[in-house]
């Protein structure tokens, strides 16, 4: 699962991490019991789908959250009913953003340390910007040794709309930093002692994270497959990146701890 569930999303959303919209279907289903998330339904005449926008109760946004609702009722969500009935009006112009970069593992010098090779590599620009934001790149400038399994700029792409940036803001850092160390793990840990760790726990290994919270690890086919505690899976692109003070391996998903 490369993308983000519906049940991340509304923790995320739970921590303060923005909105987002869901379907009557899982409002239904109960996805918001026990947590602490206002529901804002978008009812359309004649909706294909029924949707809500949720934020998390008391959000320093709210009113910013409540208008944002409003505005979408009273639109009446056109994309959302019949074709026969939606409007014909030809879309703005679209301004691309640029893709991201794939990461070129034979970028990074065996020599640097991984908060080096991490700032100067496109491709993980963002993962870059969220460590010296957490003030977290001394940490990986250091002896070490670490293992830091390195979300690509697609990888954060996969989040729900808007959670990158919303990590970066003053009052989420105890969230960044907490997702940020649950990508780390102490010591080097090369792909042939993973594989040897799941293969000799039966077809898995748990590893601890700085963030004290367990990563598990499989292999999917002949790939290594990372499983957060939350839910959701990531998978190694790139391997064995060797560093001064340890070894990166890149990862294609953001790896989501259960957050406090």
């Given at each position: 699962?490369?993308?983000?569930?519906?049940?991340?999303?509304?923790?995320?959303?739970?921590?303060?991490?923005?909105?987002?919209?869901?379907?009557?279907?899982?409002?239904?289903?109960?996805?918001?019991d026990?947590?602490?998330?206002?529901?804002?339904?978008?009812?359309?005449?004649?909706?294909?789908?029924?949707?809500?926008?949720?934020?998390?109760?008391?959000?320093?946004?709210?009113?910013?959250?409540?208008?944002?609702?409003?505005?979408?009722?009273?639109?009446?969500?056109?994309g959302c009913?019949?074709?026969?009935?939606?409007?014909?009006?030809?879309?703005?112009?679209?301004v691309?953003a640029?893709?991201?970069?794939?990461?070129?593992?034979?970028?990074?010098?065996?020599?640097?340390t991984?908060?080096?090779?991490?700032a100067?590599?496109?491709?993980?620009?963002?993962?870059?910007?969220?460590?010296?934001?957490?003030?977290?790149?001394?940490?990986?400038?250091?002896?070490?040794?670490?293992?830091l399994?390195?979300?690509?700029?697609?990888?954060?792409?996969?989040?729900?709309?808007?959670?990158?940036?919303?990590?970066?803001?003053?009052?989420?850092?105890?969230?960044?930093?907490?997702?940020?160390?649950?990508?780390?793990?102490?010591?080097?840990?090369?792909?042939?002692?993973?594989?040897?760790?799941?293969?000799?726990?039966?077809?898995?290994?748990?590893?601890?994270?700085?963030?004290?919270?367990?990563?598990?690890?499989?292999?999917?086919?002949?790939?290594?497959?990372?499983?957060?505690?939350?839910?959701?899976?990531?998978?190694?692109?790139?391997?064995?990146?060797?560093?001064?003070?340890?070894?990166?391996?890149?990862?294609?998903?953001?790896?989501?701890?259960?957050l406090?």
């Amino acid at each position: 699962m490369l993308g983000t569930s519906l049940h991340t999303i509304v923790q995320m959303v739970d921590n303060g991490l923005g909105m987002t919209m869901l379907p009557e279907m899982a409002l239904k289903a109960g996805i918001l019991d026990h947590t602490n998330i206002v529901a804002k339904p978008l009812d359309a005449d004649n909706a294909v789908r029924r949707i809500a926008l949720v934020w998390r109760r008391a959000s320093p946004r709210e009113k910013d959250f409540q208008l944002l609702a409003e505005a979408l009722a009273e639109a009446r969500l056109a994309g959302c009913v019949p074709p026969a009935t939606a409007p014909v009006v030809a879309p703005p112009p679209v301004v691309s953003a640029p893709a991201p970069v794939a990461v070129d593992p034979s970028r990074m010098e065996s020599e640097a340390t991984i908060a080096q090779s991490v700032a100067t590599t496109p491709g993980l620009t963002t993962l870059a910007r969220e460590l010296r934001v957490a003030e977290l790149d001394p940490l990986l400038a250091g002896n070490g040794p670490y293992t830091l399994f390195a979300p690509t700029d697609m990888a954060f792409t996969r989040l729900a709309p808007g959670i990158a940036g919303d990590l970066l803001a003053p009052e989420n850092r105890p969230t960044l930093v907490a997702l940020l160390r649950y990508h780390i793990v102490p010591g080097t840990m090369t792909t042939e002692q993973l594989e040897a760790r799941i293969a000799a726990g039966g077809g898995r290994a748990t590893l601890t994270t700085l963030g004290g919270q367990p990563l598990t690890a499989t292999m999917t086919g002949d790939v290594i497959t990372l499983t957060s505690a939350s839910g959701n899976r990531s998978y190694v692109e790139a391997a064995d990146v060797a560093q001064a003070n340890g070894v990166i391996h890149v990862v294609n998903g953001v790896l989501v701890p259960r957050l406090p």
